[in-house]
């Protein structure tokens, strides 16, 4: 490993082990849905997917790659992994499995909101603003020097953001995943986050990449 890990380095570890965190969580319903199915599915998938050794600090992930170039394979392991999983579980059962995967991504976000508020030690009912300033240490939205979410307005009671490009979908495409159904779980979770903050907030996807559109356009509300 090359230079010294500092403070923007735990920030985007804490964000990739959230992508994990919820990856566990969608595996956890599969697997109390479809019992021993799944085990034989989610077995050939990490034999060739590892999961992150859970015991290991983030030096030791690392290991002898340069930081950068570390992180960077963290999130495509990450994110592809994840997309292999809800990818074969829908292969194999369709709808359902795709509904379960969102809506699971859906309630962590919210537990993620919440966790954030005590984190943050906020009090009183968070803004709009603020459910985006918090999620951005939780939402892994490529690397710093990527062109992650634009905030485009920012208002205690809304703000909205954009992407012109999808940080994720090489990630998606290389586990032969939907790009709609994972656009869509990845939003489930936001809109969970967002009521986790703030049960007043909506979030709403007023255009998605993966819909057809030139960009992504996102919004937090309080209703």
Same mark, same amino acid.
């Given at each position: 490993?090359?230079?010294?890990?500092?403070?923007?380095?735990?920030?985007?570890?804490?964000? !990739?082990?959230?992508? $994990?965190? @919820? /990856?566990?969580?969608?595996?956890? &319903?599969?697997?109390? #849905? %479809? *019992?021993? =199915?799944? +085990?034989?599915?989610?077995?050939?998938?990490?034999?060739?997917?590892?999961?992150?050794?859970?015991?290991?600090?983030?030096?030791?992930?690392?290991?002898?790659?340069?930081?950068?170039?570390?992180?960077?394979?963290? !999130?495509?392991?990450? $994110?592809? @992994? /994840?997309?292999?999983?809800?990818? &074969?579980?829908?292969? #194999? %059962? *369709?709808? =359902?499995? +795709?509904?379960?995967?969102?809506?699971?991504?859906?309630?962590?976000?919210?537990?993620?909101?919440?966790?954030?508020?005590?984190?943050?030690?906020?009090?009183?009912?968070?803004?709009?603003?603020?459910?985006?300033?918090?999620?951005?240490?939780?939402?892994?939205?490529?690397?710093?020097?990527?062109?992650?979410?634009?905030?485009?307005?920012? =208002?205690?009671?809304?703000?909205?953001?954009?992407?012109?490009?999808?940080?994720?979908?090489?990630?998606?495409?290389?586990?032969?995943?939907?790009?709609?159904?994972?656009?869509?779980?990845?939003?489930?979770?936001?809109?969970?986050?967002?009521?986790?903050?703030?049960?007043?907030?909506?979030?709403?996807?007023?255009?998605?990449?993966?819909?057809?559109?030139?960009?992504?356009?996102?919004?937090?509300?309080?209703?």
């Amino acid at each position: 490993m090359s230079l010294v890990l500092g403070p923007v380095h735990h920030w985007m570890y804490k964000k !990739i082990q959230t992508t $994990e965190a @919820r /990856e566990a969580f969608i595996v956890n &319903a599969l697997k109390t #849905k %479809y *019992g021993q =199915e799944s +085990e034989e599915i989610l077995s050939f998938i990490y034999a060739k997917h590892p999961l992150s050794d859970k015991n290991a600090s983030f030096e030791e992930i690392l290991g002898n790659t340069p930081i950068h170039q570390g992180i960077q394979n963290l !999130i495509i392991k990450a $994110e592809t @992994r /994840e997309g292999f999983v809800i990818t &074969a579980f829908c292969e #194999k %059962y *369709g709808d =359902e499995a +795709e509904e379960l995967a969102i809506r699971s991504a859906y309630k962590y976000g919210v537990e993620c909101g919440k966790r954030a508020v005590v984190e943050r030690g906020s009090s009183g009912e968070c803004s709009a603003s603020k459910a985006f300033e918090m999620i951005q240490s939780y939402l892994c939205d490529g690397m710093p020097c990527d062109r992650g979410a634009q905030l485009q307005s920012e =208002e205690n009671d809304r703000t909205t953001w954009d992407h012109i490009e999808c940080v994720h979908e090489q990630c998606w495409k290389d586990a032969s995943a939907s790009f709609k159904t994972m656009c869509d779980m990845l939003n489930s979770w936001i809109a969970g986050f967002g009521e986790g903050v703030n049960p007043k907030i909506k979030y709403t996807r007023e255009k998605a990449i993966a819909a057809g559109d030139s960009m992504c356009l996102s919004i937090f509300e309080i209703s």
